[in-house]
T-cell receptor
Framework: NAGVMQNPRHLVRRRGQEARLRCSPM?????VYWYRQLPEEGLKFMVYLQKENIIDESGMPKERFSAEFPKEGPSILRIQQVVRGDSAAYFC???????????FGPGTRLTVL | DQQVKQNSPSLSVQEGRISILNCDYT??????FLWYKKYPAEGPTFLISISSIKDKNEDGRFTVFLNKSAKHLSLHIVPSQPGDSAVYFCAASAFTLMGADGLTFGKGTHLIIQP
């Protein structure tokens, strides 16, 4: 019974490049959440998706960031034209339908040079 | 504007004693509260949760207390063990018709269990 999978675990990008972060939820989970953690901070909610639908993207920066959760395949968080301030740990979580507990993946640590 | 506050960045407790981690919230729409434990370079691990209709939930060594009138919750760990050394995050959510909302996290408390 695999947990939430995220890849890559570490990602290094130069300013202006694109970053793609992938998340496979736990089996049977149809709700996916993305969070960002800056150094010395708590996790900040970014976006909540169900299959093929964005439910709540109130925590997403308005520009350069997008997320999807297609019918088949993992959820993708995409950051275009990365800047140094995007350097952070990005965590994905999943939950079963109508449940409050969210189960987190190991995170992707993005470093922008 | 922090809606979930953990005012102690760190806490040091002797092994075998009780660890008490505190959390305050400001948003009265929150109706579900969770505690997560996090080791460096890993994702948060769910520990225990409590619904706003309860004032206590217990699971083994872990007990969470909720005081709705004070908008305060606490996590008790007894007895504390060396493996409990980690950062503990308090989180809150407001359940909506579309399902559970995104969680709002505090900044965490680094618990250090001393031998």
């Amino acid at each position: 019974n695999a947990g939430v999978m995220q890849n890559p675990r570490h990602l290094v990008r130069r300013r202006g490049q694109e970053a793609r972060l992938r998340c496979s939820p736990m089996k049977g989970h149809s709700h996916v959440y993305w969070y960002r953690q800056l150094p010395e901070e708590g996790l900040k909610f970014m976006v909540y998706l169900q299959k093929e639908n964005i439910i709540d993207e109130s925590g997403m920066p308005k520009e350069r960031f997008s997320a999807e959760f297609p019918k088949e395949g993992p959820s993708i968080l995409r950051i275009q034209q990365v800047v140094r301030g995007d350097s952070a740990a990005y965590f994905c979580a999943s939950s079963p339908r109508q449940a409050n507990e969210q189960f987190f993946g190991p995170g992707t640590r993005l470093t922008v040079l | 504007d922090q809606q979930v506050k953990q005012n102690s960045p760190s806490l040091s407790v002797q092994e075998g004693r009780i660890s008490i981690l505190n959390c305050d919230y400001t948003n009265s729409m929150f109706d579900y509260f969770l505690w997560y434990k996090k080791y460096p370079a890993e994702g948060p691990t769910f520990l225990i949760s409590i619904s706003s209709i309860k004032d206590k939930n217990e699971d083994g060594r872990f007990t969470v207390f909720l005081n709705k009138s004070a908008k305060h919750l606490s996590l008790h760990i007894v007895p504390s063990q060396p493996g409990d050394s980690a950062v503990y995050f308090c989180a809150a959510s407001a359940f909506t018709l579309m399902g559970a909302d995104g969680l709002t996290f505090g900044k965490g408390t680094h618990l250090i269990i001393q031998p």
